[in-house]
């Protein structure tokens, strides 16, 4: 009934400078050595610069785009939009609390003024995007073998996953997997592709990224197209909207978008990587993740889900 | 690739205006009886007021306070601090991203400065956090075998949950369940109560709500107190702090806390009502939420997790 010892109150899983080396998630990914990290490479990011906030303080968020063979068109149609400066100018339009924040041109849907697109994307229809899944083959590889070693998903284990028969993770990205197809889900952070009823599968110029409990039943309906690797907490903290679906109701209320560049044109980025799903790193870390015991967790929850256990990304250390 | 209709894309689950009645959840939702609806008495609701924003808005949040057999300890306890006005005058100390929203005494680690407690609360050990899990012996009922029903849960389908033999909802509560035991989960916007290191299992003074990805490997090591039923996006939508643990690194930082009080203390308070979690509007809502297809969603889940079927909650229309 004394003082409380505020900083060390609820310490979190990813962090309790208390507890003995190595036996946190967060010790594990600090121990892993240079060789288990990844390198993302520059031209997989894209940079965007959000307007600076009320004391002119920056706001950067980067962005991964997801590789091959997921939702190529659409990554591809970025690409080019970034190209062509087309998201420079647009905005953040949309923030519904534990839901999505959404940014793309706010004047979209007002004929004369809505901004007009490159030439030369990529149509995406919903037959192709359905091919698309299943047509990913990733081969069955270590990092699956590593989560499931972990006792976090199928392997050995029927139907741990609500929205998947089994999920995984490969080349370092969270994957649901049936027998003939896998695809990327909608985990916090996750950026994907906003759309109009199907069969349209939108463009790649609306993005939208999950800031709440991981809306799962998107999957396979909505192309994921890559995640928020840093500045993340400049879109999830925006004010929410209060029109429907969490639109803002006015103008004023939008976050302007100032530039999007691929990260290879940004000078003094730094670099990122991530922790190597394959890793036996990773394999400790997602262990730690499902069935911590210490000073802090009484009771170990032995599982976890897929989106619980985020990809430890990092700047560079060289 | 004309012109975006901004304000249809990405339609949420929770309500898509175009849909045919009775597709949507919130379609459901809104179709249910009066009789499917239960008041939540005002002298659970715990009514917290922030300092108004930058722009001198009011920001009230709601808190309910979870039943017996839950953390009744802990809640006692909670009553007792607002009785005492202890709350008043607290802050908002920690924001991280992902993970918690925390509120306490500021000062609480500083011998001499610490806002002393009031007389009268009750010890709450670890033993006794356990042992109120273990008797917590709600029958099973119409809520769980309409959580079932919808092919949601455990029966009938094994172990469909990473934390827990059963999930489901019982008085309007996400539940998890064993042979011999039940307890409330940690899905987005449930209240818990910051603690130090075990044996050690809070007083209740310090409070955090969920704002990301369910962080169910905290259930059964913290004591679940409530849950957040208006006002959410007051906490949710706060700068992300940048010191460790998301702790604020300068106390102008937090957000202050000006008064706390019970609902039936505070006036002119609209009254609550959640959607009976046993009722057959409820276990369509379930189901929906589980199995969408229409004109959005192409590729239904077929499944969902507890944290992703929020109860509905809203003001009593009468």
């Not at 091959?68 to 998201?87: H, M």
């Given at each position: 009934?004394?003082?409380?010892?505020v900083a060390?109150?609820?310490?979190?899983p990813?962090?309790?400078?208390d507890?003995?080396?190595?036996r946190?998630?967060?010790?594990i990914?600090?121990?892993?050595?240079?060789?288990?990290?990844t390198?993302?490479?520059a031209?997989?990011?894209v940079?965007?610069?959000l307007?600076?906030?009320?004391?002119g303080r920056?706001?950067?968020?980067?962005?991964?785009?997801?590789p091959?063979?997921f939702s190529q068109?659409?990554t591809?149609n970025?690409?080019k939009?970034?190209?062509?400066?087309?998201?420079?100018?647009?905005?953040?339009?949309?923030v519904?609390?534990?839901?999505?924040?959404?940014?793309g041109?706010?004047d979209?849907?007002?004929p004369?003024k809505?901004?007009v697109?490159?030439k030369?994307?990529?149509?995406?229809?919903?037959?192709?995007?359905?091919?698309?899944i299943?047509?990913?083959?990733?081969?069955a590889?270590?990092?699956?073998?590593?989560?499931a070693?972990?006792?976090?998903?199928?392997?050995?284990?029927?139907?741990l996953?609500?929205y998947?028969?089994l999920t995984?993770f490969?080349?370092?990205?969270?994957?649901g997997t049936?027998e003939t197809?896998k695809?990327?889900?909608?985990?916090?952070?996750m950026?994907g592709?906003?759309r109009n009823?199907?069969p349209?599968?939108?463009t790649?110029?609306e993005?939208y990224?999950?800031?709440?409990?991981?809306?799962?039943?998107?999957?396979?309906?909505?192309?994921?197209?890559?995640?928020?690797?840093s500045?993340?907490?400049?879109l999830?903290?925006l004010p929410?909207?209060?029109?429907?679906?969490?639109?803002?109701e006015r103008a004023?209320e939008?976050?302007?978008?100032?530039?999007?560049?691929?990260?290879n044109?940004?000078?003094?980025?730094p670099?990122?990587?991530?922790?190597?799903?394959?890793?036996?790193?990773?394999?400790?870390?997602?262990?730690?993740?499902a069935n911590?015991k210490?000073d802090f967790?009484?009771?170990?929850?032995?599982g976890v889900?897929?989106?619980?256990?985020?990809?430890?990304?990092?700047?560079?250390k060289?």
């Amino acid at each position: 009934m004394t003082g409380l010892a505020v900083a060390a109150l609820l310490a979190p899983p990813l962090a309790a400078a208390d507890a003995p080396a190595g036996r946190t998630p967060s010790d594990i990914v600090e121990a892993a050595p240079a060789a288990d990290w990844t390198r993302i490479a520059a031209s997989d990011l894209v940079v965007m610069d959000l307007a600076p906030d009320a004391r002119g303080r920056a706001r950067r968020v980067v962005i991964q785009l997801i590789p091959a063979p997921f939702s190529q068109g659409w990554t591809g149609n970025i690409r080019k939009l970034v190209a062509a400066r087309w998201f420079d100018g647009i905005a953040v339009v949309r923030v519904q609390d534990n839901y999505v924040v959404q940014w793309g041109d706010p004047d979209g849907e007002t004929p004369g003024k809505a901004k007009v697109l490159p030439k030369g994307l990529q149509a995406t229809t919903e037959a192709g995007y359905v091919a698309s899944i299943d047509k990913a083959e990733l081969t069955a590889s270590a990092d699956e073998a590593n989560f499931a070693a972990a006792g976090l998903s199928g392997k050995g284990r029927s139907s741990l996953d609500h929205y998947a028969p089994l999920t995984t993770f490969q080349a370092g990205w969270p994957i649901g997997t049936s027998e003939t197809a896998k695809w990327p889900v909608h985990c916090y952070g996750m950026v994907g592709v906003g759309r109009n009823l199907s069969p349209d599968t939108g463009t790649g110029a609306e993005l939208y990224t999950v800031i709440g409990q991981a809306p799962r039943q998107l999957d396979r309906n909505i192309a994921l197209v890559g995640r928020i690797i840093s500045g993340m907490e400049h879109l999830s903290s925006l004010p929410r909207g209060t029109g429907p679906l969490g639109f803002y109701e006015r103008a004023e209320e939008r976050t302007p978008i100032v530039s999007v560049r691929m990260g290879n044109e940004v000078p003094g980025l730094p670099a990122y990587e991530y922790l190597s799903t394959d890793s036996a790193s990773f394999a400790a870390y997602a262990d730690k993740r499902a069935n911590r015991k210490d000073d802090f967790y009484i009771q170990p929850a032995g599982g976890v889900d897929v989106c619980n256990v985020p990809v430890p990304i990092r700047e560079a250390k060289r």
